[in-house]
């Protein structure tokens, strides 16, 4: 199905951010937007009116919607931690 849409300056806005920061083209995160609505029922889950499969599909969405090829920027190796004599 095609759907077009016209959006408020500042909420495209937002959408292409979102977007770029997941490493995801528009559509495809908007696509991942809509079904994680619709995984949920049309709501936001809340912790006081929703099952913990309500708040596992969340997460399990929220998750699916960053992207696998963020860098690492973590250096936790022993010559970082320890200096150079690795002690």
Request: charge should be negative; hydrophobic fraction near 35%; proline fraction near 6%.
């Amino acid at each position: 199905m095609t759907v077009t849409i016209e959006l408020k300056p500042d909420i495209e806005a937002r959408v292409k951010t979102e977007a770029e920061a997941r490493g995801l083209p528009v559509e495809d995160y908007i696509e991942s937007v809509i079904e994680s609505q619709l995984a949920n029922g049309g709501r936001e889950p809340s912790s006081e009116n929703s099952t913990p499969a309500d708040r596992a599909r969340a997460w399990e969405a929220w998750a699916a919607s960053h992207s696998l090829n963020t860098p690492v920027i973590l250096n936790d190796s022993r010559e970082a931690i320890y200096g150079d004599d690795g002690r």
